[in-house]
């Protein structure tokens, strides 16, 4: 079974910024991490570096949508959600 590696970066020039947010991303979460290889680090420190770059770059979601009001016989109301992480 082949599998498709799709953590790629595709614009080469954006490597660079995306290093420094990973180190970044590191320091505010206590993970001490250096250039190059980082094999020595726990699963679990590697996740959290992994999840607070998720958890800067994941914008806020937001859903809209008309429905029939509950109180009121042949009305609508314009109800939306919006869902978004915490800083």
């Known amino acids: 079974m082949s599998s ?3 953590n790629q970066i595709n ?3 954006a490597r660079s910024a995306m290093d420094q947010f990973k180190m970044e ?3 505010e979460v206590g993970v001490n991490l250096k250039q190059g290889y980082n094999g020595d680090l726990t699963s679990r420190e590697a996740g959290s570096v992994g999840g607070q770059m998720v958890k800067k770059m994941k914008p806020i979601r937001s859903a809209s949508f008309v429905r029939a009001d509950r109180t009121e ?3 609508e109301r314009r109800v939306t959600y919006r869902v978004g ?3």
Request: charged share 15%; aromatic share 0%; no cysteine.
């Open 25 to 27: 991303a590191a320091s």
């Open 73 to 75: 016989l042949s009305h």
């Open 11 to 13: 614009v080469p020039e």
């Open 4 to 6: 498709k590696n799709s």
């Open 85 to 87: 992480l915490g800083a």
